[in-house]
């Protein structure tokens, strides 16, 4: 019987097809193993060795804040938020004349560090570990988002965290290499990455995806539909593509990679706010990962793949950006193509001498007005690492972050015993 040969590339795939993920490449994608080549174009960061002290405190169950009598917040009434306050004047309750232990005793170097990285950046940081930033657990967090202003706030962010754990815990989970020949979890460097807190527009954040050293397909980072970017996607399907070839094609060390760009108004320059793994672990947002990894191989674009000087020429070519074709929309067929002006001609036929003015441009992968992603995001992202509302009521008591944690320990007790009342009602 002759053989059934199928187009589609996902037949007969029984798992999804990524090269096997090595620990090198994770720790390739570590904060602190790629910024120091990328600080150029990398919004402003700095980056805090952390002690294995201050790691085991991070690994450690519950929530104690180290003693810092210049952070203690102070409620405010008016805004309605936690304010940093120096020098409150403040009797120590009877617990803390208790419980006189310094919390920070075997890492108040590193805590000094922080305290003064923070005030380098300007008093408001964005905090992250080598890989995870603690973006599920902004409900604790006074200002609901991630902005620190000590270091205080930090460690709760980072302490309630599930992403931060996985840095922890599962880093190299899943990946190949044999468990003698190389780096084990315990050995890991980790790092705190604190960078310049701002006013981020995340419509302009962008996730991309790069295999082999070709720009595959890139996508929007916040689920949301922007209309604005509709006229103007060749314009960021060029920036990006030429930020690619010229700052991270060559010198990333592995083929594969997934990177977050950042670019603000007025959309001439890409920022790079985050390298990750070529792996399941990364989420592909608006794609899935069959179809990134079996998307066929951009075209060998003479000229456009030789370097930064056919990407001038392009990037002198003025854009139409009304011209936005639909395909590179969120039902778009991967990549498209441009002419010298920059309007998509994706799929047209063009005569023999357009043909050297014609340029690839991976797919941008855009929200559209009523897309189901959209949708399903109405509610507030990363939904499945919620607490309960008694939990947040109490982190949001209004008597500071050492008594959220006293409040926290109550709901949980109280929890416990309204368990136990339940169980011995049903036994009768
Ligand atoms: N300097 C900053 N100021 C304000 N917000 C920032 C700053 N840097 C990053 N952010 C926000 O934090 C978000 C998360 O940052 P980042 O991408 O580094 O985290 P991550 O845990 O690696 O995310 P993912 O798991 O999606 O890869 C960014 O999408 C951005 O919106």
Redesign the pocket.
Known sequence: MPAIISDDPAAGLTELPFPPVTKAHILNCSYHNWHPKYRAIT?K?RVVPLTKPFVDYLRADGIVLPDDEDERPEWDDDSGVFSSSDNIDRAPDDDEEEEDVDVAADWRETHDAIKSVIADLGGKV?P?LN???P?DATWINATNS??CRSPNDIYLLLKSSD?VTHDLEHAFDDCVDSPASSIQQSEIPYHLVL????Q?N?SV?FRCFARGRKLLCMCQ?DLNHFDFLFNMQSKLQSLIQEFFNVRLRDSFPDDNLTF?VYVPAPYNKVWL??V?PWAPR??PLLFSWLEILTMPDPPDMVGQDAGTEEFVRLSLQPVTDTAAHSNCSSNGSAGSHADGAGNDIDGEADSDSDVDEEFWFPELRLIRQGDPEAYSFGTPQYSAHKLPKDVVDASQSGEGLRDFARDWQNVLARRQQDDATTESSEDD
Do not use: C, I, Q
């Open positions: 919004p960061s964005v992250k890989w995870s930033a973006k991630m902005e992403f960078r310049k807190y701002f981020l995340p954040e980072r977050d706010v985050d990750n990364t989420d």
